[in-house]
């Protein structure tokens, strides 16, 4: 049963949301819950048991939702900037008050620790909130007795997030937020393998938002296509795999769709001799194995400074055994399984380069410690001893918890290294030597680089990738610019 709504067709926010229910699991079409003939369901990654069923979303289902979205799109637009950045505030405090609840369902479908998993709802509050505070003032170019140049920004019309499977809580908020902020309607896509949180998190929105302005589906491998293809959709947000992102912007240049890819990474790390190693130590083993490395930003490449290689490699050694994996809901895991069966097959095959390839397990070296039998894809964790550069553990992204550290010498050599690559997502720099640090940090082609640090994200900052790794950016002033067409008035003042 869908909630209760006030004349402006969003509910009175107090309808509360069922997490315990297998069976309460729609598709938000114009602020109802609805259901499909056919259903599938995703796979707890920890215990390879089926969780509840969910949706399998038609074409039919799809040009509803469209056209809902379109209709709503003419009323939303013209609410103030006050407007919604109050329902997005009210949406984002509701969602902070389940935070307990989405966590558990996204441990239970996503495989993260607990900790992570309540950590991402914290963040996708913040993310809404931060991107409801921004502001994109008019310009004035040009103001005098003759004529006024104003440049501002309207909204495009109807947004589609496509939104991944490893952080899928935060990355829909962080689509979400800009696409209403800026007075567009947007239908959420949520993968296949992780379904649960998006459609309580829309279903939530029904009670802050009027009818058609957030809507989700949830379905099978077709789904994206239908929406990249669909002539009423203006604005497609992508998250995903850089072999997907190639289709989705194909797909989308038929109709002429602004669209804005987030893709893969293979992301650097570089440690001078200068720093100081038992004080980093636990930082790198954190920015490499977060999420079991599933996060496009994770340190892919840490390449450190010879004559510090020893110390370094043992100490990374050391911590990251202090790593416990398992189940996301064990107490004190650090690192979960792998989120699905097909991305677990992939990792598998950089297991099965070590003895082909000859290269050497520094740690780990093996799929799991436990039994073969036993259920989860779990991995773990392991650390390459400085494989050859041409090796497909640096050359290509593993996402998965398996890090190749590597020797360098000169600045020169280990910039040329780090750019040699088709990716461009982000980067660091870790030395005592500041200006050092940053002229290296300037040499990186990524679309992030930092110095003493990695992944430190915000919601009011540009994030987006160089290269193969991505198209346009998002969050920040440019984020919401993304969800705009570019209007240039020119006012003149008299006949």
């Not at 607990?114 to 994109?136: D, F, H, P, W, Y």
């Not at 190749?404 to 600045?411: E, G």
Request: aromatic share 8%; glycine share 8%.
């Amino acid at each position: 049963m869908s909630p209760s709504a006030t004349t402006n067709g969003a509910s009175n926010g107090t309808g509360k949301l069922d997490f315990t229910n297998p069976k309460t699991f729609y598709n938000v079409i114009n602020n109802k819950l609805t259901t499909t003939s056919k259903t599938r369901h995703g796979i707890n990654p920890a215990t390879e048991e089926p969780n509840a069923e969910v949706p399998v979303s038609t074409q039919e289902d799809v040009d509803n939702a469209v056209s809902f979205a379109r209709t709503a799109f003419k009323t939303w637009t013209k609410t103030s900037i006050e407007e919604r950045q109050k329902a997005i505030n009210a949406f984002a405090d509701a969602l902070m008050s389940y935070q307990e609840e989405f966590a558990h369902l996204l441990t239970k479908e996503q495989g993260k620790p607990l900790s992570q998993a309540s950590g991402e709802v914290e963040r996708g509050v913040r993310t809404l909130k931060a991107i409801a505070s921004l502001k994109l003032p008019e310009e004035i170019l040009e103001d005098n007795e003759e004529r006024q140049v104003i440049n501002r920004y309207t909204p495009l019309g109807v947004a589609c997030g496509i939104v991944p499977w490893n952080y899928p809580i935060l990355l829909a908020c962080g689509k979400i937020a800009p696409a209403l902020y800026t007075g567009n309607t947007i239908i959420i896509k949520p993968s296949p393998y992780t379904p649960y949180c998006n459609l309580k998190l829309c279903e939530l929105a029904t009670q802050f938002f009027p009818p058609g302005v957030v809507q989700v589906l949830s379905g099978e491998e077709d789904l994206g296509p239908r929406f990249t293809a669909h002539a009423g959709i203006d604005k497609v947000s992508f998250t995903g795999s850089v072999a997907t992102g190639k289709k989705v912007m194909e797909a989308c240049s038929k109709t002429l769709k602004r669209v804005t890819l987030e893709l893969g990474g293979n992301d650097p790390a570089i440690i001078c001799e200068d720093v100081d190693i038992e004080k980093i130590i636990p930082k790198i083993a954190f920015l490499s194995f977060l999420n079991s490395a599933q996060i496009c930003l994770m340190i892919k490449r840490l390449y450190v400074h010879s004559t510090i290689y020893p110390h370094f490699l043992n100490s990374l050694v050391s911590h990251a055994k202090t790593l416990k994996v398992g189940p996301g809901d064990s107490p004190d895991v650090f690192i979960g399984p792998v989120q699905n069966k097909m991305q677990y097959d992939k990792v598998r095959t950089f297991f099965h380069d070590i003895a082909t390839e000859d290269w050497k397990p520094a740690m780990g070296g093996t799929l799991s410690s436990s039994s073969e039998n036993e259920p989860g894809y779990f991995i773990t964790p392991t650390i390459i001893d400085n494989p050859p550069e041409d090796s497909r553990i640096v050359t290509e992204e593993p996402f998965g918890p398996i890090l190749p550290i590597l020797k360098w010498t000169h600045d020169d050599d280990v910039i040329e290294r780090a750019n040699n690559t088709t990716m461009g997502l982000g980067a660091s720099v870790w030395s005592s030597d500041f200006s050092r640090a940053r002229r290296m940090a300037e040499r990186l082609e990524a679309g992030t680089v930092w110095v003493n640090t990695h992944f430190d994200l915000s919601p009011t900052v540009p994030f987006g990738g160089h290269k193969w790794s991505g198209l346009g950016t998002e969050w920040g002033v440019n984020g919401l610019k993304a969800y705009c067409n570019s209007q240039t008035l020119w006012l003149k003042k008299s006949l």
